[in-house]
């Protein structure tokens, strides 16, 4: 499944680009995220605490970065495990662009799921992708944006 789409953040692209590499803001950003840790150059492991659908699952998987051009763009990849339901991968790309209110942050993403997961089907599986996805946009906005007010 693939998604795309813009958010304004109201920081300034270098502000945006140390909060996507942050394992801190990271972690408050992701909905049901209990744990994030790790480094820029040896990858960040998370756990993740989601349902989807009927399906509950506690995911643990790891992220690499890649294709760093700071503050302009970074490449997002990962994969987790949920043990029974199944697995999701996938990747983001991530670009920055100054704007009138501070940062336009595009995103491209492609994801894959498995498992008991893939079985939910296309519906129920986007339609929660895009949640996931708005949720974090409106936790890392926020979080972004506090700080630099600070």
């Known amino acids: 499944m693939e ?7 109201a920081a300034t692209p270098e502000q945006v680009f140390a909060a996507l590499l942050d394992p801190a803001v990271l972690k408050d950003a992701v909905p049901g995220c209990t ?7 040896d990858g960040f492991e998370a756990t993740v605490v989601q349902k989807v659908g009927p399906v509950k699952a506690t995911f643990r998987g790891r ?3 890649s294709d760093l051009d700071a503050p302009h ?16 991968k996938g990747g983001a790309v991530v670009r920055l662009e100054p704007s009138e209110a501070g ?5 491209e993403v492609d994801a894959k ?4 997961l893939a079985q939910l089907g296309n519906r129920i599986i986007g339609g929660f992708a895009k949640k996931m996805a708005d949720q974090f946009f409106v ?3 926020s979080r972004v944006e506090a700080s630099g007010a600070n």
């Open 139 to 141: 936790n890392f906005k």
């Open 63 to 65: 992220v690499a970065v």
């Open 73 to 88: 763009r970074v490449t997002l990849s990962g994969e987790g495990k949920g043990g029974a339901a199944g697995f999701a």
């Open 35 to 41: 744990e994030m840790l790790g480094t820029l150059e």
């Open 103 to 107: 940062t336009t942050l595009h995103y």
């Open 3 to 9: 998604m795309s789409d813009s958010k304004e953040i």
């Open 113 to 116: 799921v498995g498992g008991k």
